[in-house]
């Protein structure tokens, strides 16, 4: 392969990699396969139900059959693409094309996409097997709609860093379900055997009643029997509080972090992070934060404290300064001389179309900076060219910069 033959090989790799996981971001396309992906795994989900009709599941047999062929051939389209442009990540892409791939094939997300359509080709070379219960596996399409659902793909990251705590009350829920059923097998035992007269036996009343779904098919009669009864229920509704709680908290906490999942190769757009180490990519992409701004939001007012940097993933937003006004688009960033400065902030911005913004908090960014000097020193590279781009005007003066300086070296000192 020439070099210009395999410059628009990566190239037309690269447009579909933005396509398929950047979504919106990735443009007109990549906005409209996420609708149709989604629509396709709503309406796998809507005919797998409605098969299980007899009278649609009859007459309409062939439609069926046609929108499976039709759906299994887009989706194994989908997941041998994905495995194609993966070498796109950053930290894909240091394995190597085949170890990383490999790696890649092995992504939760990627395994719920191989299972979702693994079963059909089964049934189909091996026609002369009962795979009735992995037809059933089809209902994992479902689960391919949280490549395409924040909310999913956070709780996910929530019960993923949340298990030991999750853990914990799991095994609470389990010592409590012993010491119940040990209470009634000695409390009820000799009343009613069919049901407690062993531990094993009374273990489903336990579960039944820590659960307060009570079925009521089995009762304790005596009063010391309902006196533990009684107990149980309102220990049951302590602990399973606990996992809930567990869940709730975290996951509101990062939804309210990133309205959307900001992938590497999202990230990787923005130039002032292109070259940049994937570990340090990665440390930098955890503590962003995303947010969606309509358009005519105003972003930072003039004479306000500086909170955070922003970068710009889509839109343009438009700086208002003293003598004009500058404009920014995608892969732009902003918002960084007043951090780098400890000033306030000198111009108002206001987004003037509908944008995507990645948020780095002035604390965050404190923290990386004096982790990674060399970070810094791009970030105030690139601010010296902001200032001669807006003409040094209406920004940040000499001499506020020069204050910011002296005051960041005596802070330094101090420590």
């Known amino acids: 392969m020439t070099r210009t033959a395999r410059k628009k090989y990566v190239s037309f790799r690269r447009q579909v990699y933005l396509v398929l996981e950047g979504g919106h971001a990735g443009g007109i396309w990549g906005g409209a396969v996420e609708v149709f992906l989604i629509a396709l795994i709503i309406l796998n989900v809507v005919a797998f139900t409605l098969q299980s009709v007899p009278s649609i599941r009859h007459p309409y047999w062939f439609d069926f059959e046609i929108f499976e062929i039709a759906s299994v051939a887009i989706f194994t389209a989908e997941y041998i693409l ?13 394995m190597g094309r085949w170890r990383g791939r490999l790696a890649a094939a092995m992504k939760p997300l990627m395994l719920i996409d191989f299972f979702a359509v693994a079963p059909v080709y089964f049934t189909v070379f091996f026609p002369f097997l009962d795979f009735r219960f992995l037809r059933m596996v089809r209902l994992l399409r479902l689960l391919k709609i949280a490549r395409y659902s924040p909310a999913l793909s956070t709780l996910g990251e929530v019960i993923a860093s949340e298990k030991r705590a999750l853990f914990g009350s799991l095994l609470l829920l389990i010592c409590a379900m012993v010491f119940a059923a040990a209470a009634l097998h000695a409390v009820e035992g000799a009343v009613q055997p069919e049901h407690f007269g062993t531990i094993p036996d009374s273990m489903w009343w336990s579960i039944v009643t820590l659960t307060t779904v009570g079925y009521g098919d089995v009762i304790p009669v005596t009063f010391l029997g309902r006196v533990i009864a009684g107990c149980t229920m309102v220990a049951g509704f302590a602990i399973l509080t606990l996992p809930v709680a ?18 590497f190769g ?9 070259d940049l180490d994937a570990r340090l990519l990665s440390e930098v992409m955890n503590v962003l934060k995303a947010q969606t701004v309509a358009r005519g939001t105003i972003i930072a007012v003039k004479g306000a404290p500086a909170h955070a940097m922003y970068f710009l993933v889509s839109g343009e937003v438009e700086a208002e300064l003293a003598h004009r006004k500058v404009q920014f688009g995608p892969g732009d960033f902003f918002g960084e001389l007043a951090l780098l400065h400890d000033t306030q902030r000198r111009a108002t911005i206001v987004a003037h179309t509908a ?23 791009r970030i105030e590279d690139a601010a ?3 200032l001669k781009s807006a003409g040094g005007e209406g920004d940040i003066s000499s001499a506020e910069i020069s204050a910011a300086a002296e005051r960041r070296f005596e802070y330094r000192e101090d420590d």
Request: with cysteine.
């Open 266 to 274: 999202m990230l990787a757009r923005v130039p002032l992070f292109r």
């Open 355 to 377: 944008c995507r913004l990645l948020a780095l908090s002035a604390e965050d960014f404190t923290t990386l900076t004096r982790k990674h000097p060399a970070l810094r020193q």
């Open 384 to 386: 010296k060219e902001h």
């Open 82 to 94: 994905r495995l194609w442009v993966s070498v796109e990540d950053p930290l894909i892409s240091e």
């Open 246 to 263: 567990i869940v709730a908290s975290g996951f509101v906490k990062n939804i309210h972090q990133r309205e959307f999942v900001v992938t």
